[in-house]
C-alpha cells in the first residue's frame, strides 16, 4: 500500500503502457510502443468508496478511495485481459496488485461479498471462505457441502497454510486498519489481495453499488449495471411511496451490551433506512456515522415514548430482553409490543440473513420497514428481514 497523492491527473488521465515481445526467458531488451490510453470512467452516483476507469485498450483502474475508516492511504490495482496481458508492461511500483482477468478462483473474507457474486453468476468461483457456518445463502451452502468452498479459519486469523494450498488468483478481503499481518504474509506469497470498503458506506444505495466493483475481475460490467438499476428503481420507488405520508412515526433502536447502549448514529447506513422510510428517528441529528455509546437513562429520557423500537441487537423475544435488563420493560415499544427484529430471520446454519443479504437488497429493507412504520401502503408485502420480536 502507498500513498498516491504523488500521482498527478495527467497520469491518471493518460496512463503509458509499454508492449513487449516476449522471447521465452531471454532477457534482452524488449520493443516498446505506446498504448491509447483514453479513459471511460464507470458511472458511480452513490458509493464513495471506489472508482474505476477503463482504457481503450481494456486495462481496467479500480482505485479504492476508502478501504476502511479514516484510512490515510488508497489502494489501486490494474485488471488486465489475459489476451493482451503478454503484451503489456505496466510499473508495478504505480498499483498494489496487477490482476489477469476475467479470474477464475477467489476467496471472499465477508459474507456480504456472497450475494454479489451470486448476482453475478459466479459464485462457483468462490473456493474459500473463513468462517463458512456464517454464509446463509443456499447456493452457496450447497457448495460449501459439496466440498467446493473451503473452510479457511476465522477472518482475524486466516489459515495461510490453507489459502497457500488452494492458490487462489486473489483475495477480496477487508480491514480495519492497515495493520493486517496475514494479509501482507499472503500478499508476499504473490497472491493479491483486493480491498473491499463497502461496509463504510453511509448510505443503503451506496452499499448495494459496490457490486459495480466486483464486476470488472469477472467481466461481468454490463450484468452488474442491470442488477444496481434494478434495485436503484425498486428503492427510489419505495422512498417515493413512503415520502407522501404525513405522518412520521417516531423509533427507537439498539440496545444494551454492558450497561452501555448502542444505536446507530444519524448519518449512519442504518439511519439513512429510516430517513428514506420517513420515519422520526429520534437520533437523526446526531453526526456520528458509526454507532452511538450512550447511558439507559438517556436513551430513556429521549425513546421511552418512541411508537417502535428497530433492530433491538440481538434479541429475538420480549422474555429474552426482559430477562437480560428490566430497564427494557420502562419503553412504550416493549409495552406495546412494537419491536421488530432481523435476528428472527436466519440461514439455516445460524447466520443472520440480514448481515449478509441486506447490503446488497437495500430495497428488500426499505419495503420492510415501510410495511412496518406505514401499515397500509404495501399492504400484500411479506416482510423478508424484520420480523415482530417473538
Known sequence: MKNRRNTTMFKRLLLISYLVLLCGCKQEKKETTFIDANVSTTAIQYANGFTIETQSNGIT????????????????????????????????????????????????????????????????????????????????????????????????????????????????????????????????????????????????????????????????????????????????????????????????????????????????????????????????????NGSLSLSWESVLDVGQNAEFWIGPAQFATYQEMEASSLHYIQFDAFKNRTIFTTANTKGETGGTLYYELGPQRPDLVLKDLIHILHPGLLPNYEPYFFKPLL
Open 61 to 288: 483502474i479500480i482505485n479504492i478511495l476508502k478501504p476502511w475508516a479514516n484510512a490515510e492511504t488508497t489502494h489501486t490495482y490494474a485488471l488486465v485481459p489475459k489476451e493482451i496481458l503478454a503484451s503489456v508492461t505496466l510499473d508495478k511500483n504505480e498499483y498494489d496488485a496487477i490482476i489477469s482477468t476475467p479470474v477464475e478462483n477467489i476467496v471472499v473474507t465477508s459474507t456480504t461479498h456472497i450475494p454479489a457474486l451470486e448476482e453475478l453468476g459466479v459464485l462457483h468461483q468462490l473456493i474459500g471462505f473463513p468462517d463458512t457456518k456464517y454464509i446463509s445463502s443456499l447456493a452457496a451452502r450447497k457448495l460449501i457441502d459439496d466440498g467446493k468452498i473451503k473452510e479457511l479459519g476465522v477472518n482475524e486469523n486466516i489459515n495461510i497454510e490453507a489459502v497457500l494450498e488452494l492458490q487462489p488468483d486473489l483475495i477480496f478481503g477487508f480491514a480495519i486498519n492497515d495493520g493486517n499481518s496475514t494479509y501482507e504474509t499472503i500478499q508476499r506469497a504473490n497472491i493479491p489481495v483486493i480491498y473491499n470498503g463497502d461496509w463504510i458506506e453511509e448510505t443503503p444505495l451506496g452499499k448495494a453499488e459496490w457490486i459495480k466493483f466486483f464486476a470488472p475481475f469477472f467481466n461481468k460490467t454490463k450484468e452488474a449495471d442491470a442488477i444496481f438499476n434494478k434495485i436503484e428503481t425498486a428503492y427510489l420507488e419505495a422512498k417515493k411511496l413512503a415520502a407522501e405520508v404525513e405522518n412520521k412515526p417516531t423509533v427507537l433502536s439498539g440496545a444494551m451490551y454492558n450497561d452501555v447502549w448502542y444505536l446507530p448514529g444519524g448519518k449512519s447506513w442504518a439511519a439513512n433506512f429510516l430517513k428514506d422510510a420517513n420515519a422520526n428517528y429520534l437520533w437523526s441529528s446526531t453526526d456520528e
